[in-house]
């Protein structure tokens, strides 16, 4: 039973334009939500996250916004850029004041983003 | 400062083979990670140490496999005997104390093929 869907497995875009990737839970108990960038052949590196008290996280040219209601959260990256072509993982966890204990991410399959010169 | 160091980088067995994968975590991380991505799939939470003590193992597929982190440094995860299923990419992950959460740092993973 997965938690995290990413319904899109590759998203392509031109360079400038906004990338928008998209990500649907269906444990409420999670409370902070992530996206990692992975390039191949190295480990996923953190990006941007958001807790569930927030609807919006901004961080240069990536935001997170959440929808606690629909359950799902998206990354907008704008503008776009060829060296943000990766495969994207959107992951969610429970903290501590969730009744979580570690913090072990629960993550969805991936989209791979390639961004066009 | 040194990120997450994995050995080996590629294991190739057979079935019935014997692997054992290293991790490194960040230097003073308490908080050390295994997951593992099949194919195709999500990246899957294995197990979690607090220094040297398993804190949870509820992502372990079943017996044949077995993480140890003695004196709270490196951590090795023995797969015994390998399954063709057991092929994947190994990561792990460190963070530091778990009071906020901390963001985990990945290691480049170990991919292991069991032909």
């Known amino acids: 039973d997965q938690q995290v869907k990413q319904n899109s497995p590759s998203l392509s875009v031109q360079e400038g334009r906004i990338s928008i990737l998209n990500c649907d839970y269906t444990n409420s108990m999670f409370d902070y939500f992530l996206w990692y960038k992975k390039y191949p052949a190295e480990g996923p590196t953190f990006l941007i996250s958001?807790?569930?008290?927030?609807d919006k996280n901004e961080d240069g040219r990536f935001t997170v916004f959440l929808n606690k209601s629909a359950k799902h959260l998206s990354l907008h990256i704008v503008p776009s850029q060829p060296g943000d072509s990766a495969v994207y993982f959107c992951?969610?966890?429970?903290?501590?004041?969730?009744?979580?204990?570690?913090?072990?991410?629960?993550f969805g399959k991936g989209t791979l983003l390639t961004v066009n010169p | 400062e040194a990120g997450v160091t994995q050995f080996p980088s590629h294991s190739v067995i057979e079935k019935g083979q014997t692997v054992t994968l290293r991790c490194d975590p960040i230097?003073?991380?308490?908080?050390l990670y295994w997951y593992r991505r099949v194919m195709g799939k999500e990246i899957k939470f294995l197990l979690h140490?607090?220094?040297?003590?398993?804190?949870?193992e509820s992502g372990m597929p079943n017996n044949r496999f077995l993480a140890e982190r003695t004196g709270g440094t490196y951590s090795t995860l023995k797969v015994q005997p390998a399954e063709l299923e057991d092929s994947g990419v190994y990561f792990c992950?460190?963070?530091?104390?778990?009071?906020?959460?901390?963001?985990?740092?990945f290691g480049p993973g170990t991919r292991l093929t069991v032909l």
């Open positions: 992950a460190s963070s530091q104390r778990l009071a906020n959460y901390n963001e985990q740092f």
């Open positions: 958001i807790s569930s008290i927030k």
């Open positions: 992951a969610a966890t429970k903290g501590l004041n969730s009744g979580g204990s570690n913090y072990k991410l629960t």
């Open positions: 140490f607090v220094k040297e003590s398993k804190q949870d």
């Open positions: 230097s003073g991380h308490d908080n």
